[in-house]
């Protein structure tokens, strides 16, 4: 079966910083999705990718998708506290609609 | 009104009890799934249902039985639960694909989760 692999694990930064999450998945991806997790509660959805080199942006998050790498990553532009949390990457297994998701990312955010 | 609504947020139960879990969705959605957070480990895919049939049973326990009256309800029966069983539960809506090849199913709506606690 399909695996999501996460990195880096938990990641620190001060205000205003910019950083990347990056998640790689072992098999083809039919569809990348990022979510966003807040400590014991429900994941909020933050965007879809489907395509090749498609590359989409919310706010400060910007996600892009590399197709033949099996690779998405997450970026965000001058962090703010508010961007704490646990983002996971989730992906269609196979085209099954069987939802698989990453390990996580623990991000902290210092004011 | 959220989307996914789960109940109890949290439970506290004895090996020998018998409890529920409860989900309901008011998106229009056909496909429901629980799933199993644990600390460290990825998000545990448990069960789905389209259209109320169960489409999926990922070799989950015999203790953990789930129940689909309809598209907007779901349920997950717990008796004779373990330690290990203590862990965050999440319910999740979203459109089911057709079974033309190649679909990608919707994006998941998530519950806010019910935390379990095991004794």
């Not at chain 1, 039919?30 to 994941?43: D, F, P, S, V």
């Not at chain 1, 983002?87 to 955010?109: E, N, P, S, W």
């Not at chain 2, 439970?11 to 199993?36: D, P």
């Amino acid at each position: 079966s399909q695996e999501l692999e996460q990195s880096p694990q938990s990641l620190i930064v001060q205000e205003g910083k910019n950083l990347t999450i990056n998640c790689t998945s072992s098999k083809t991806l039919y569809g990348l999705y990022w979510y966003k997790q807040k400590y014991g509660e429900g994941l909020i959805f933050l965007m879809m990718l489907q395509k090749g080199g498609e590359e989409k942006s919310h706010e400060k998050i910007t996600a892009k998708l590399d197709e033949k790498k099996q690779q998405s990553s997450l970026h965000i532009t001058a962090s703010q506290p508010s961007h704490a949390g646990i983002y996971l990457c989730g992906a269609d297994d196979g085209g099954t609609y069987k939802y698989i998701f990453g390990t996580g990312t623990r991000l902290k955010v210092l004011a | 009104e959220t989307g996914v609504t789960q109940t109890p947020r949290h439970l506290v139960m004895g090996m020998t009890n018998k409890k529920s879990l409860k989900c309901e969705q008011h998106l229009g959605h056909n496909a429901m799934y629980w799933y199993k957070q644990s600390a460290k480990k990825p998000l545990e895919l448990m069960f789905v249902y389209n259209f109320k049939e169960q489409t999926e049973n990922n070799s989950v326990p015999s203790r953990f039985s789930p129940e689909c009256p309809n598209s907007s309800h779901l349920f997950l029966h717990l008796h004779t639960l373990q330690p290990e069983d203590s862990a965050l539960y999440l319910c999740a809506s979203s459109f089911f694909p057709g079974l033309a090849g190649g679909q990608t199913a919707g994006e998941l709506f998530f519950g806010e989760g019910s935390r379990l606690t095991v004794l």
